[in-house]
């Protein structure tokens, strides 16, 4: 497989995207991140480095090694809520199919960049000062990483940051006795080009996913306290600085990963043939645990086509949608607001109606609110989204919690927040 085919499927995805042809709204992001991943892969092994797909299984272990790594940071946002999804399927089979392929690309993506960045003769050397280690600097390594790990638990609104840097602390000291390349070892060595490297790659990577994140349907919303008002894409500016240190991480925790089998050498071939079996099912049902116990807490909207959509309309009206050709709120949005076209579409529906369907649809897309969010607000007395530019971020989760308890869902004041400051600015 060479870049020209992953390139024309990113190309005809954005284009099903730009047209609003299904399912791609919803499945945009992995029609971009799997044939990133495969374009980039292809290009490094232009410079040099052999393709991840021609190493026997690497990629599918590389996968679903993602998949339960990156599930540690979905159960960690249990409790720190800085992050919630919005517009997934209704099906849970498809939800978590569709949730497993997305968190399957995180090493893969990561490690496909970092070693095409690896194959480029400028980024393969650069000389700093030889790094002195000793063993006080290695507790004092081991002790902030348990620091960084345990304080975002405890005080999720203050230091939610060091979530991102937490295994590098931990695991780096590990790696530089134990596994086969080392960071640590490389700056004792006065080389800092393959950190700056994968920082590098991460800033990448970060660009990537946030882009195909944005112009989804399915996609996640951050709530990061203080950071909301300034942003590229979803991602608030600041919060692209956490990108470079994943991506080290992300490294850091593949080296530590492939340094196990030699740290249990001694083990009888039987030993570790049980230990990895252990380690593989105890990581899968993990994985489906957190899949199952975040879906009510991190999950706040599921998407439904017109046709569904059964308490904001009536028979009669989605009968006359979709004989108009409208099967999303997307499209229903995009034909009226194209000139002459509404009249045509609106057919059965007489014009006060027809505007009052148009401002549910801008409600429902209004930062992925979905159609049970607008059936709740609507029972709050909003209808639109300058009604929801009104309230308060306090007094809407509060009003939510006292008339549907438990249904309204978590993190609600920090969600109310980002739906009623994005109705108070103008549409980016």
């Not at 116990?293 to 309309?313: F, I, K, W």
Request: glycine share 8%; proline share 6%; with cysteine.
């Amino acid at each position: 497989m060479d870049v020209a085919l992953p390139s024309i499927v990113i190309v005809a995805a954005s284009v099903g995207l730009a047209l609003g042809v299904e399912p791609v709204p919803s499945w945009y992001f992995l029609l971009l991140w799997w044939p990133y991943v495969f374009a980039v892969d292809a290009l490094g092994g232009r410079v040099g480095r052999r393709p991840l797909r021609e190493q026997r299984g690497l990629l599918l272990r590389l996968a679903g090694l993602s998949v339960a790594w990156w599930t540690l940071f979905e159960a960690t946002n249990l409790r720190l809520g800085n992050w919630y999804y919005v517009m997934v399927d209704p099906e849970r089979s498809v939800r978590w199919l569709f949730g497993f392929a997305a968190f399957a690309t995180v090493l893969p993506g990561v490690l496909a960049t970092l070693r095409l960045l690896e194959g480029i003769p400028v980024l393969r050397t650069l000389r700093v000062a030889r790094l002195e280690w000793s063993r006080g600097k290695e507790r004092a390594m081991l002790a902030l990483g348990a620091f960084c790990l345990l304080s975002p638990l405890l005080w999720p609104d203050r230091f939610f940051p060091l979530t991102w840097v937490s295994f590098v602390l931990l695991l780096a000291p590990w790696n530089r006795r134990r596994a086969a390349r080392s960071f640590l070892r490389d700056l004792e060595q006065g080389d800092a080009a393959p950190l700056c490297r994968t920082l590098l790659a991460g800033a990448l990577c970060g660009v990537v996913w946030e882009a195909g994140n944005y112009w989804a349907r399915q996609k996640w919303v951050y709530t990061v306290p203080g950071f909301e008002e300034l942003k590229l894409f979803e991602m608030p500016l600041l919060g692209f600085l956490g990108f470079p240190p994943f991506a080290v991480e992300c490294v850091i925790v593949l080296r530590f990963v492939e340094s196990l089998p030699g740290a249990a050498a001694s083990w009888s071939r039987a030993a570790r043939r049980v230990a990895a079996v252990g380690a593989a099912l105890l990581a899968a049902l993990g994985t489906l645990l957190v899949f199952r116990v975040s879906e009510p807490v991190s999950t706040d909207s599921h998407y439904l086509p017109l046709a569904e959509m059964e308490e904001l309309l009536s028979a009669d009206e989605r009968e006359a949608l979709a004989r108009g050709g409208l099967r999303s709120p997307e499209q229903l949005l995009g034909a009226a607001a194209r000139p002459g076209e509404a009249g045509a579409f609106g057919v059965g529906l007489d014009a006060a109606r027809w505007d009052e369907i148009l401002e549910t649809m801008r409600l429902v897309t209004h930062r992925g609110l979905g159609a049970r969010r607008v059936v709740q607000l609507r029972a709050l007395g909003v209808t639109s989204v300058e009604d929801l530019s009104a309230r308060t971020p306090a007094g809407l989760a509060a009003a939510l919690r006292e008339r549907f308890g438990a249904e309204a869902g978590c993190f609600l004041e920090r969600r109310a927040r980002v739906w009623i400051d994005a109705a108070r600015r103008p549409e980016r």
